[in-house]
């Protein structure tokens, strides 16, 4: 009978880090040869700005179909979506960075706005106990309730 293989935890987390890392590396890899494609077909006006809008209606509409999705998308959102796609085939580094800008902003608005927010802080059951070991005696005076400032 053939003894069961030991693996550590800590092997089979390498393994798979290992492998993630691997997937990445990969993707990336086909990024730049599909964007280096698109830009030579591009530039040979084989691909046209109307041929990217058009291919993403259908896109949507196939979704939809799909069921994947529950609504085609409006005009505006599939021209500002073609729009971007656009400014990276043509390399548009300076519509790409102001994109990338205003998108930070925005990021960087929101983490303000939810950090105005006032939150509510529960006591561990643990503090709990410590207060309770804290609290002056029955009888003395105290209503029992524990606020914490």
Known sequence: ????????????ITMLLSKVESLTMN????????????RVLYKKGLIT?????????DEHHMLKELGLIQEEPSEDV???V???ILQW??????????SMEEYEKKIKEYAREESRKSTL??????VLHQLDKLSPPPGSGNRGGKLII
Not at 90 to 95: C, I, T
């Open 78 to 80: 599939l021209n500002a």
């Open 49 to 57: 700005d109307q041929d990217i809008k058009d291919s993403l209606r």
């Open 1 to 12: 009978m053939a003894m069961p293989m030991q693996i550590s935890l800590e092997e089979v």
């Open 121 to 126: 802080t529960v006591a561990s059951p643990e």
């Open 27 to 38: 993707d990336e890899n086909n990024k730049t040869r599909f964007n280096v494609v698109v």
């Open 82 to 84: 073609a729009e971007s």
């Open 89 to 98: 085939v043509r390399g548009d580094v300076q519509s790409i960075r102001r």
